[in-house]
């Protein structure tokens, strides 16, 4: 059973900071991107961006594929922008996603903190 894990603050509205999606045994990459993105957008997937308009579903489920024989591939991160999220794919098993709205706030929020007089 795949599950949806929300951590962080909610701002404006119960905008959602990051979330945390476990990616399925059976569970395409490509189709893990799709399902996270549609649960934070609160939108049905076919009301979504194709994910093809940004990066190749083919490809994307192969880098994280097993390799010929049957053998699992070990490690390996991809990060990339798609419907105002950055996705961050680590090993094939799990999904992080970060609205970019709030990525920039956060940022912008810590360079105001570290650039204070102490």
């Not at 962080?8 to 045994?25: C, M, Q």
């Not at 649960?39 to 097993?66: M, Q, Y």
Request: hydrophobic content about 35%.
């Amino acid at each position: 059973m795949n599950w949806v894990k929300i951590s962080g603050t909610f701002r404006r509205l119960a905008r959602i900071k990051s979330v945390e999606y476990e990616i399925g045994p059976e569970e395409s990459v490509s189709t893990a991107v799709v399902r996270a993105v549609s649960a934070v957008e609160g939108r049905e997937p076919c009301f979504l961006r194709p994910l093809a308009d940004v990066v190749d579903p083919t490809a994307l489920d192969s880098l994280f594929d097993p390799r010929y024989g049957g053998t699992p591939r070990t490690g390996g991160r991809l990060s990339f922008i798609y419907n105002n999220c950055c996705i961050t794919i680590d090993n094939g098993e799990y999904l992080t996603l970060q609205l970019l709205e709030d990525r920039f706030s956060d940022e912008r929020d810590q360079e105001h903190s570290d650039s204070r007089v102490r």
